[in-house]
């Protein structure tokens, strides 16, 4: 198999500077992609570009964009066709969480998850699908979570915005196949970044009790998920939720 089956593609990868985007952005380097890193976080953002760029010889931009902003994710666009003329693939990695009981949940937390995990990739997939569909061809990768498949006490605003992020991927795989665009998302199971870091040993030890495979997953264990739904191995594959979980939801 060619070591280099992304040479010269341009990803855009959202919430990039750091965790699974970050990871995700690497491994498809790897494979000789040029990477957008783009993050809300600007500063971050550039060293991971940077960074990348050095360790990888690929070509790389940074891009600052809140994605729950269209006008934002419009110039990210922009930027990216500037420096590569063309968008190969996208992943819609940038999320929060905001965790509390129902009964609890303030306007503001539930509007700020949504705005960001299901608008934001509603903004990415609409501004990116008018080049992909000019292009005819395309890749987009939506990051879901387990939490939009199963549900999870604390996070009703969290796993509405995942559960729509699943639907939105069948949606748009539907109306994009016939330019050749796939559309599939991956749902996490527990992944070791800044957002599982808050968890309390005793949590994780509950965690990993459930989970068949006894370990949280690692950030390269959803890119190495992403490199295939990026390249010509997963050509027949769209519209699919592939779970990278460990087991603990099948
Ligand atoms: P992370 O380490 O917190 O990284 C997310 C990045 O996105 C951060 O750099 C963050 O910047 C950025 N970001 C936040 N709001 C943004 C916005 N409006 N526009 C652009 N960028 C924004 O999180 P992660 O664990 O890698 O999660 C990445 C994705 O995987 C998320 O969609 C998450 O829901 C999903 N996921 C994670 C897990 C897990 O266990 N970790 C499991 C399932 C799914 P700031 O630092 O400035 O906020």
Do not use: H
């Not at 902003?69 to 990695?93: A, P, W």
């Not at 006490?153 to 539907?174: F, H, P």
């Amino acid at each position: 198999m060619c070591e280099k089956q992304l040479l010269n593609k341009a990803a855009i990868i959202t919430g990039s500077a750091q965790g699974i985007g970050k990871s995700v952005a690497q491994a498809l380097a790897a494979k000789g992609a040029n990477i957008v890193i783009s993050d809300i976080d600007e500063k971050l953002s550039l060293e991971t570009a940077e960074e990348i760029a050095k360790t990888y010889g690929v070509l790389t931009l940074s891009v600052k964009a809140d994605v729950s902003k269209y006008d934002d994710v419009e110039n990210l666009v922009k930027m990216t066709l500037d420096k590569f003329q063309k968008v190969d693939i996208l992943i819609n990695n940038a999320g929060i969480t905001k965790d509390n009981l129902i009964i609890r949940m303030s306007e503001a937390e539930w509007d700020s998850v949504i705005n960001i995990n299901l608008k934001g990739v509603f903004n990415c997939i609409k501004s990116v699908s008018k080049v992909m569909m000019k292009q005819r061809c395309g890749r987009i990768i939506n990051i879901a979570s387990v939490v939009g498949l199963m549900g999870n006490a604390g996070q009703i605003n969290y796993s509405a915005s995942k559960g729509g992020v699943i639907a939105m991927t069948k949606t748009s795989a539907r109306e994009l196949s016939s330019r050749n665009i796939n559309v599939n998302a991956i749902a996490p199971g527990f992944i070791r970044t800044r957002m599982t870091d808050t968890l309390s040993e005793e949590q994780k030890k509950k965690l990993t009790d459930i989970i068949p495979l006894s370990r949280l997953g690692e950030p390269e264990d959803v890119a190495k998920a992403a490199v295939f739904l990026s390249t010509d191995d997963s050509a027949y594959i769209t519209g699919q939720i592939i779970s990278v979980n460990g087991g603990m939801y099948m």
